[in-house]
């Protein structure tokens, strides 16, 4: 079956630091991948999603490139902010967005201090 | 838009009970809606499929019995808990996609359902 891996948390950065989250899955076929994120209090918000191989998803300075060969889509970003504090969900999904539920990743943490 | 709501966003009951929780897509139609749970420090593991006007897949290990399941609008679906046990505690979470729109479109979440049995 379908799973995805990312790296535990929590991770705590100081404002402005490089960020990358890591994730890795194991899918038959070639799925679509996502990043969500969830605030405090909130619920899941689409961040970015790659639907094929060597696809780059961006979104509010966050990257993703879906990367067939290693089976992964790292979240990065440049220079977080502490408004970027918020637990980060890689998923992936048979089809396209789609008519299939999503597997999840557990989740990473992260806490940006200012 | 494409906004989903879930009510209640906490409900603490006492063992025994059943517990409905709504999941209504305020802004579009929703064929297809979705079932998640989350345990603390785990992931979100899918539940079930609900499709309106028809009978919802379940997961693996997911009692069907136990997690009821209706889809009677485009707009609404409805898990119930029935004969809740600490157990059960945990987090719930809906997510729908609008109707006709399958291929390359994300699934919108609701804000969750902080259930507690005591």
């Known amino acids: 079956g379908n799973s995805v891996t990312q790296m535990e948390g929590p991770v705590t950065l100081s404002e402005e630091a490089f960020l990358t989250i890591n994730c890795t899955y194991t899918a038959t076929g070639y799925p679509s991948l996502f990043w969500y994120v969830q605030y405090p209090g909130e619920g899941l918000q689409l961040l970015l999603k790659?639907?094929?191989?060597?696809d780059k998803g961006s979104n509010k300075g966050f990257e993703a490139t879906y990367r067939k060969e290693t089976t992964s889509f790292h979240l990065e970003k440049g220079s977080v902010q502490v408004s970027d504090s918020a637990v980060y969900f890689c998923a992936l999904s048979d089809t396209g967005g789609g008519a299939d539920g999503l597997t999840f990743g557990k989740g990473t943490h992260l806490i940006i201090q200012p | 838009g494409a906004v989903v709501s879930q009510h209640p966003s906490r409900v603490i009951c006492k063992s025994g009970t059943s517990v409905k929780i709504e999941c209504r897509s305020l802004?579009?139609?929703?064929?297809?809606m979705f079932w998640y749970r989350q345990f603390p420090k785990q992931s979100l593991m899918l539940m079930a499929t609900?499709?309106?006007?028809?009978?919802?897949?379940?997961e693996q290990g997911v009692e069907k019995d136990k997690f009821l399941i209706n889809h009677a609008s485009l707009t609404l679906s409805t898990l119930t808990v029935t004969s809740a046990h600490p157990e059960d505690s945990s987090f719930y979470i809906c997510?729908?996609?609008?109707?006709?729109?399958?291929?390359?479109?994300?699934?919108?979440f609701g804000d969750g359902t902080r259930l507690s049995i005591l």
């Open positions: 802004d579009f139609q929703a064929t297809t």
């Open positions: 790659a639907t094929k191989a060597d």
């Open positions: 609900s499709n309106e006007g028809s009978k919802a897949t379940y």
């Open positions: 997510s729908a996609i609008p109707e006709g729109h399958y291929s390359n479109q994300p699934q919108h």
